[in-house]
């Protein structure tokens, strides 16, 4: 019931659904991804990092906690460890996660790193041709894009 309740964008019905769980059931793997989830799409960074790294943790394989895991950590202003998530993730999603290594161009392009930022980007591209045109306009990557002048690139 929780996942349907958030794909109605009732996050608070979500959450109860998930404190009924029986108190033996409640530290599950599929529970604690529905908790990371919740917990993304209420924008509660601070929890989605709490109950997304003991996830990729116990299931390296489940991209989606290590990009909620960074997401929240670069949402909390901290890019050095949303990097270092990342940097993790990458050894079990290296070759199929696009949003891996563009998240990664972003953290780098954040961080100044414009060269790995620019390498990371053309790798999310050729996973992801499609966000190209998504990527001109992404303030993390505003530093890629902009012309010595100031000016964006063509």
Known sequence: YAQGYLALGLFKAAQRELGAIAA???????VRKMRVEC???????????????????AD???EPAWIALAYALRELKRVEEAK???L????????????????LACYECLLGNLADAKR????AFKIEPSW??????????????LT???SMES
């Open 39 to 57: 917990c993304m799409a209420a924008k509660a960074w601070n929890q989605v990092v709490a109950w997304a790294k003991p996830v990729t943790e």
């Open 88 to 103: 993790a993730a990458l050894p079990h999603h290296q070759r199929t996660s696009g949003v891996l290594h563009y998240n």
């Open 120 to 123: 990371r980007l053309a790798r």
């Open 132 to 145: 190209q045109e998504a990527a001109r306009s992404d303030p993390d990557l505003k530093g890629l894009f």
């Open 84 to 86: 270092a998530a990342l």
């Open 148 to 150: 010595p002048s100031g």
């Open 24 to 30: 033996a059931d409640r530290r599950t793997l599929p």
């Open 60 to 62: 390296p394989a489940y």
